[in-house]
């Protein structure tokens, strides 16, 4: 697997990076041509000239410096290095790092690199425990997933600070393995599927500054959009206003209402295969939009918001499926089960998302989810507390499920 391609390693500071000296000489055995760009932090941990000597190319570490040995210039080396890579892994990731990336800072050769970087990123997050477990890491760790990067898990144990706990460098071959596993697509296992995920809230216009709302932040669908797309689908995120970046390989399309929403959906899923409606749709729009702001009277009369019910649009499509895999999201706070198999039946859909806003660590703007699953038989998979890019993986299992049943 591994023959011939092309592995870019990056190497940051931590005392971890004489581990990575064993992953590339097991690189070079496997057949990999390897190349090695280091931070300055990293290169006192190891020498360049170590790396140098096991990978066979000189080892970069300097931005400015002018390399005569490949012939490429201070201007287009960081260029030329990120397109030649087929994979780019960065082991041992510094918490520093794994911040500047999160950030789009490129202040060093190798977060330069990682910007530039079209191939697959893998990150081997690798620090003090409490650095890891820091909710600052934490955080930017999903934001890099949920931007498309792959992250391997630290391992626990004794750590260099002699504190126990998460942090380790994982073995030379779970690291080449999972590299493995990237580079072979065998975790692209949705490619060329074509699936349409919905995203964010609606906003229903009362007068050209206000609105009708709701709470949803839109990361469960972006965290959705945003695995499928890694897992080779081709994804089309339509979203309600969220302040959320567009993840990589995802087309998206914004919507305001509901109105515009259900439009969109009608016209994009005629190409689909599947429909996940994470959003949380307006059922009530004012009747009329007042064209001018609504003023405040002066004898304090009530202004009276007249209301009617939007389209639903997975019951539209629900009517006729075509083939189409339909996957809904009920958000509950009493009843849950019953109200959610109520939607599943109502709807015509082939798995409903049941979140509980009773549940801690479940609901708007958090980062994790708690959900559970339930399919057309009405059989119920209560997930554990889990991130939402893993409630997002852990949903598309079931729709490749579904495609092949
Ligand atoms: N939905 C939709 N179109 C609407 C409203 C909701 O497609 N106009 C979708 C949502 O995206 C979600 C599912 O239907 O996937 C369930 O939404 P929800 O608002 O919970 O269900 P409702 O049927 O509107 O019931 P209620 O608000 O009374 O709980």
Redo the contacts with the bound molecule.
Sequence with gaps: MLKGKHILVGVTGGIAAYKVCYLVRELKKAGADVRVVMTEAGARFVTPLTFSALSEHETLVDLWADDQATGSSIRTRHIELALWADLMVIAPASANTIAKLTGGLSDNLLTIIALACRAPIVLVPTMDADMYLNPITQKNLVALQERGYYVIAPEEGELASGLVGPGRLPEVETVLQYIGKVLDGSDRDLVSRKILV?AGPTYEAIDPVRFIGNRSSGKMGFAIACAAAMRGAEVTLISGPVHLETPRHVRRINVES?HEM?ENVMTEAKETEAII???????YTPAKTSPKKIKKTVSGEIPQVELRT??????TLGKKKDGKKLI?????TDDEFQ?ALD?LK??NLDLIILNSLQDEGAGFGVETNVVTIIDAAGHAEKLPKLSKFDVAHRILDRVKHLFSS
């Design positions: 919905t509901a259900y409606m994470a959003a949380a749709v307006a059922d939007t389209v639903d649009i997975l019951h809904g999201f009920a958000l509950e109200h939607k109502a709807k």
